[in-house]
């Protein structure tokens, strides 16, 4: 069974900074594309960031030039750093990832539990 376990959200303050991690774990073959999305309150979720296994990536405009994914291929882990941070910001973090396991033929697409993440003073 493959598992996306998120960490490191919180409370951040306007302009401030902060980096949330995903660790992928299970019967992992090989990762495809790996990436973030978010759900504000009474907002529907949208998609982040996204990185491929060569590495990469694409923002949704909302987050250009402030978000940046990055991953470890050796740890399975797809990062965010988040800088300059808004109150607009605020959501439930899900990481998501393209995963082929020993379980499958085909790959699947997975996601985590979610982390949150408050920006405010």
């Known amino acids: 069974q493959v598992q996306l376990v998120e960490s490191g959200g919180g409370l951040v303050q306007p302009g401030g900074s902060l980096r949330v991690s995903c660790a992928a774990s299970?019967?992992?073959?090989?990762?495809?594309?790996m990436g973030w999305a978010r759900q504000a309150p009474g907002k529907q979720r949208e998609l982040v960031a996204t990185i491929t296994s060569g590495g990469s990536t694409n923002y949704a405009d909302s987050v250009k030039g402030r978000f940046t994914i990055s991953r470890d291929n050796a740890k399975n882990t797809v990062y965010l750093q988040m800088n300059s941070l808004k109150p607009e910001d605020t959501a439930v973090y899900y990481c998501?990832?393209?995963?082929?396991?020993?379980?499958?033929?085909?790959?699947?697409?997975?996601w985590g539990q979610g982390t949150q993440v408050t920006v405010s003073s």
């Open positions: 299970g019967s992992i073959v090989n990762i495809n594309a």
């Open positions: 998501n990832a393209d995963i082929l396991s020993s379980r499958y033929y085909y790959s699947k697409f997975y």
